[in-house]
Structure formats: structure tokens, C-alpha cells
């Protein structure tokens, strides 16, 4: 490998590194406004197939006999919402809102 290659290869992994730094506040911005934006979403039924599938409920203690104690989806981690409004997105169910105060067998605790 040459000198001007070996430049050329430090240059390139250099401008990705700062192209992914750049890009990072972006990523959070777009899952952000994804949210707001995910107010205007349907609100998630019980009887939908895959909310069946995934045993979800608008309440959690519905599944007192299912879940692990406290669990909601407040403090999934899949939760899309802000912690005080009472509907948000979820990454388990694209496309519709869960609320705050509920659960499905997906529940994956926050980190
Ligand atoms: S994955 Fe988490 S946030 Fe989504 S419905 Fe299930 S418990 Fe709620």
C-alpha cells in the first residue's frame, strides 16, 4: 500500500466517522417528531389479531396473571410515547397507539 492510498483510506474512514456523528442527533430528531407526528394514529384495539396474539390490554392489571409486577407500557422499552401522555406509538404495533397504562407479552423492561 502506498502512502497516498493509506492517506486516501484515512481520509474516507475519517469523513464516515464524522457523517455518523452528524447523522446521530438526525436519527433522534426523526424518532422524535415520528412521535409526535404518532399522535394522530389510531388507537390500538384489543381485538385487533396481532393485539390478541400479543395478549395486549388498554389496562395492564387486566393481565395481573400474566405480567411481571408493574409492568406497563410506560416503562417498555418498545414505547414510542412521552411518559405523561396518555397514547404513543410502540414498536411492537407500527402504525398504532397503546396507552400508557398498558401491557402485552412483549413487555421488555427499559434499560
Ligand atoms: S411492546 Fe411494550 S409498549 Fe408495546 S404494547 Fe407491549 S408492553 Fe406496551
Not at 455518523?20 to 424518532?31: E, Q, R
Not at 409492568?71 to 414510542?80: E, F, T
Not at 412521552?82 to 396507552?99: Q, R
Request: with cysteine; hydrophobic share 40%; net charge negative.
Amino acid at each position: 500500500m502506498t502512502d497516498n492510498n493509506f492517506s486516501n483510506d484515512r481520509r474516507r474512514l475519517l469523513r464516515g466517522a464524522l457523517m455518523g456523528v452528524a447523522a446521530a442527533p438526525l436519527a433522534y430528531m426523526s424518532v422524535r417528531g415520528s412521535n409526535a407526528l404518532a399522535q394522530d394514529m389510531p388507537k390500538l384495539s384489543e381485538d385487533d389479531p396481532t393485539a390478541i396474539a400479543l395478549n395486549y390490554v388498554n389496562n395492564a392489571a387486566d393481565k395481573d396473571d400474566m405480567r411481571e409486577p408493574g409492568a406497563i407500557c410506560g416503562n417498555c422499552r418498545l414505547y414510542l410515547g412521552d411518559s405523561d401522555a396518555e397514547w404513543g406509538g410502540c414498536t411492537a404495533f407500527p402504525g398504532k397507539l397503546v396507552n400508557v397504562n398498558g401491557w402485552c407479552s412483549a413487555w421488555v423492561a427499559m434499560s
